[in-house]
Nanobody, 121 residues
Framework: QVQLVESGGGLVQAGGSLRLSCAASRSGFSINAMGWYRQAPGKQRELVATITSGARTVYADSVTGRFTIPRDNAKNTVYQQMNSLKPEDTAVYHC???????????????WGPGTQVTVSS
């Protein structure tokens, strides 16, 4: 089992910055990828950025150049540095982590409860 604890959301003006954190508690296995997804009111949840344990990253086109996703493997923590925020970045941001489960031979996916980010114009 993996539990994800997010922090760092809030209200910011357009052009400002926020830093999200997600700490994963786990036992007995290594987490593979961690990342951030977001869901705005009336929209589907979408990928924002992910990073593997080997530091390979994927970013949504809409955030490339503005967001980065550093990760501290020793602390099982992933961050999201969000710069040049826009009103359209307003959403609930959810942390996600996954790992390979040898017993079931499946990739297990875990979600955090989410943290609200609101960008005012």
């Amino acid at each position: 089992q993996v539990q994800l604890v997010e922090s760092g959301g809030g209200l910011v003006q357009a052009g400002g910055s926020l830093r999200l954190s997600c700490a994963a508690s786990r036992s007995g296995f290594s987490i593979n990828a961690m990342g951030w997804y977001r869901q705005a009111p009336g929209k589907q949840r979408e990928l924002v950025a992910t990073i593997t344990s080997g530091a390979r990253t994927v970013y949504a086109d809409s955030v490339t150049g503005r967001f980065t996703i550093p990760r501290d493997n020793a602390k099982n923590t992933v961050y999201q540095q969000m710069n040049s925020l826009k009103p359209e970045d307003t959403a609930v941001y959810h942390c996600q982590a996954n790992h390979w489960d040898w017993a079931t031979r499946k990739t297990l996916v875990y979600w955090g409860p989410g943290t609200q980010v609101t960008v005012s114009s």
